[in-house]
């Protein structure tokens, strides 16, 4: 299947027909039912004490299929996720030698109508970088990171932003979100897809669920992510790495895939280390090899010292020993996001706590600019936020979904040469 490249990076998504082939169509829905049969036997069986008689499935807005929904039964979904019209689509937009799945999903209908949800974009500036660093990176090199969803029935229940991929939440959507953001964006586009029908798109875009229903939605949600391009991909993490047991039903190919993934994963992993520990020698030559190597493309590599700023915290506060002293149940939550607990649970033992203090000193600059603009922004947002809603009882909470990118623009002057000046002191 070719694909509009041009079209993709002006308007930020492409709207697909027949993603599902007609003649696939209900296999791939069959599969999909399947895997809901199971999940609804799997939350009957661990229902809680009070919960309805379901469990967490019927309480849910939304039941989602993951990963771990499939068996022997269904595991030829991944071959359709591994096919031309999604692997081979994202591969054609993201331009990078190798793609990965990052992750398989099913959105569903509950059986509740919930009602609205909230705009937001799959990013967040404390955890990731500031959004127009992102956009910026986006558009200066390639997709490091492509979302689809593909409708097995009719579906218009997602909503998008166009350009908004590469713009930022301008004053007035800003003072819509804190007002309420459950409420059409002007210009908002309600995607209508039919049966076998998808849109892909970089999740930095604006987009909404606008109102969840009882109505019958089953529509496949999956990630994919560069490896070698120009472009560090924001979304570092594989969701299946870590909990793997589906291999074990797909098919030989697929299997295969799925190993070389994991070698491509593992390999940025190992790059990281290596930039790290730059870092921590000192070394601002390897130092720039290292990150050179991580995100080839030359503009835009001060986003890739921000993603790994905020890798490296992460390692930082799993050497603490208030932390480390957890079990790794206890500490999960306590590092758990993007990425997810897991993968810093992986980088975090390569190093000692002496060479984390390291990391956090080297770092401490970066960050201390990092935390100065968002204290800023978001104390200019409460003013306003009270402005808007004199009588409200809590100030709004910039860690949430609609609010989460308003920190927007990278530290003024500080690029990879003043990043390295600042260590080098």
């Known amino acids: 299947m070719e694909v509009d490249l041009q079209k993709f990076r002006r308007d930020g998504y492409l709207v697909l027909r027949n993603v599902v ?19 609804k036997a799997r939350s009957a069986a661990q229902r809680q004490p009070g919960a309805p008689p379901g469990g967490a499935w019927y309480q849910n807005a939304q039941p989602r299929l993951g990963m771990d929904s499939i ?7 991944i071959d359709f996720c591994l096919g031309p019209t999604t692997y081979g689509v994202s ?15 099913a959105l569903c209908s509950g059986l509740i109508d919930y009602g609205y949800t909230d705009w937001h974009r799959d990013a967040s500036s404390a955890e990731q970088a500031p959004l127009s660093g992102m956009q910026l990176d986006l558009m ?22 166009p350009g908004s991929h590469k713009q930022p939440t301008t004053e007035a959507q800003r003072r819509q979100l804190l007002l309420d953001p459950r409420s059409v964006l002007e210009g908002g586009l309600a995607v209508e897809l039919g049966p076998g029908d998808g849109i892909v798109y970089p999740n930095l875009m604006m987009h909404w669920g606008s109102t969840y229903t009882s109505r019958l939605r089953r529509t496949i949600h999956l990630g994919y992510r560069s490896f070698g391009g120009d472009i560090f991909s924001y979304s570092h993490h594989l969701e299946w790495y870590y909990n793997d047991s589906f291999l074990q039903h797909v098919s030989a190919p697929a299997r295969d895939f799925f190993a070389s993934s994991a070698a491509s994963y593992n390999g940025e992993l190992d790059q990281i280390v ?38 490296a915290n992460k390692i930082v506060a799993l050497h603490k ?3 480390a002293r957890l079990s790794l149940a206890e500490r999960r939550p306590l590092l758990d996001g993007s990425p997810p607990a897991a993968y810093i649970e992986d980088l975090g033992p390569r190093f000692t706590a002496a060479q984390a203090g390291v990391l956090e000193r080297r770092l401490a600059p970066l960050n201390n600019r990092l935390q100065e603009d968002a204290e800023r922004v978001q104390r200019h947002y409460r003013e306003i936020y009270a402005e808007l809603k004199p009588a409200a009882a809590e100030p709004p909470d910039f860690e949430s979904r609609p609010l989460r990118t308003f920190n927007s623009e990278m530290p003024a002057d500080f690029a990879v040469d003043e990043f390295v000046h600042s260590w080098k002191e």
């Open 21 to 39: 082939p007609p003649e696939q169509l209900d296999e791939i829905r069959l599969l999909i039912e399947l895997m809901v049969d199971r999940e």
């Open 71 to 77: 068996d022997a039964q269904t595991a030829a979904v």
């Open 91 to 105: 591969h054609q937009l993201m331009q990078a030698p190798t793609t990965a799945l990052t992750a398989f999903g």
């Open 140 to 161: 200066e090199n390639a997709p490091g990171y492509v979302q689809w969803n593909i409708a097995l029935y009719e579906d218009d229940v997602f909503w998008i932003l």
């Open 274 to 311: 290596a930039t790290f520990g730059a870092l921590i020698e000192g070394d601002e030559g390897a130092f720039r090899a290292h990150l050179a190597a991580l995100h080839p493309g030359p503009r835009c590599r001060m986003v890739s010292v921000v993603l790994l700023c905020r890798i």
């Open 321 to 323: 020993p208030e932390i």
